[in-house]
């Protein structure tokens, strides 16, 4: 996204939230017209969001949701407080943050979103290119080390894992801020000796760099800084492992810091149409599954588990209707 596209999402040109057929419901024989936030290009935002924008407008009458291509969680949870979005992908720990006006929120207060559901777990991805002297998550210091784009929630826990671990980011690093797909260019013209990202499995633009000849790169273990993540940052941070095999090369289980990924809606949406929007993921995921397999995660037992917000009550019903009762908030 450029920075006009971005300036035009952030307002230029948008209504007010009264107004906004998302929130009132569309009028009989109107197309309510939708958005829906991801992420950058090369990450599984990007691309999962966009089979969830497809799915909806193909399975909700009246409907047409576009994806949009944003910086990340840190923006797509002040793109719906604002109502310049309808729905957002974005990891917990920001998704809290932005809830309790914390953190990069605070000048903004309380933000008011509400979850739709859990979508599937983060894996942060500490790439780091071999040959650099690189063996430990500690030998990154001194290093070219990407730590994730401004407005990204990958750049909000990079910045904690480091912390976690006792590296000061500008101090220790020679600090990039930039996104995915940038770090892995940069990484494979040299210009970097590491980067850090938060997604799914398997992570694209990871998938093209051990596919990419005269590249060979490692995956850094960094579990050891979980525990002072949890005590400083909250219970939103938890151990994953990243299987050996998911990449080429990759042949040792990795631990890394895992969170969850929600989607998100402002809490004035009308609850008709965000119940509709749940359904229509919640019973066609055979058709997200061919997107990324990440899909294959998302259900309704594991929807209402591990959101740290109030869910919208459009969301409820449909919940309650499978038997089911959220845990969010």
């Known amino acids: 996204m450029d920075r006009r596209q971005f300036l035009k999402l952030m307002g230029i040109g948008t209504g007010s939230l009264l107004f906004h057929p998302a929130f009132s419901g569309p009028a009989l024989g109107q197309i309510n017209r939708m958005t829906l936030a991801t992420g950058p290009v090369g990450g599984v935002y990007y691309v999962l969001g966009g089979g969830m924008a497809n799915v909806i407008s193909k399975n909700v009458p009246q409907t047409e949701v576009t994806s949009e291509l944003t910086q990340g969680s840190v923006d797509n949870c002040r793109l719906v407080h604002m109502g310049k979005t309808d729905m957002a992908m974005t990891m917990a720990d920001i998704a809290y943050d932005a809830f309790m006006g914390a953190g990069r929120f605070k ?28 063996q430990t998550f500690f030998d990154l210091k001194g290093k070219r ?10 750049e909000v826990i990079s910045m904690r894992l480091l912390e976690a671990h006792g590296i000061h980011p500008d101090k220790d690093l020679k600090r990039e801020r ?3 797909t940038e770090s892995a260019g940069a990484l494979k013209d040299r210009k970097i000796d590491a980067f850090f990202w938060m997604a799914g499995l398997p992570m694209p633009i990871v998938m093209d760099l051990v596919h990419t000849p005269g590249i060979s790169v490692r995956l850094l273990p960094h579990d050891k800084g979980i525990p002072n993540m949890r005590q400083k940052f909250g219970p939103h941070y938890f151990q994953l492992t990243i299987p050996k095999g998911t990449y080429k ?3 040792t289980d990795v631990p890394v810091v895992g969170v969850s990924n929600l989607l998100i809606c402002n809490q004035k949406m009308d609850e008709k149409v965000v119940y509709s929007v749940v359904k229509a993921i919640m019973e066609n995921t055979k058709d997200l599954v061919i997107v990324h397999k990440e899909a ?4 309704p037992p594991s929807a209402v588990v591990g959101s740290p917000l109030p869910y919208h009550p459009g969301a409820i019903k449909y919940y309650q209707e499978k038997g089911l009762k959220v845990q969010g908030g």
């Open 249 to 251: 090369g990759i042949d």
């Open 296 to 299: 294959e995660k998302i259900s």
């Open 107 to 134: 000048e903004m207060g309380k933000a008011q979103i509400q979850t739709l559901f859990v979508i599937y777990n983060n894996f942060l991805h500490t790439v780091a290119a071999e040959g650099k002297g690189i």
């Open 145 to 154: 080390v990407a730590t994730g784009s401004p407005g990204s929630g990958s």
């Open 178 to 180: 930039i996104g995915p």
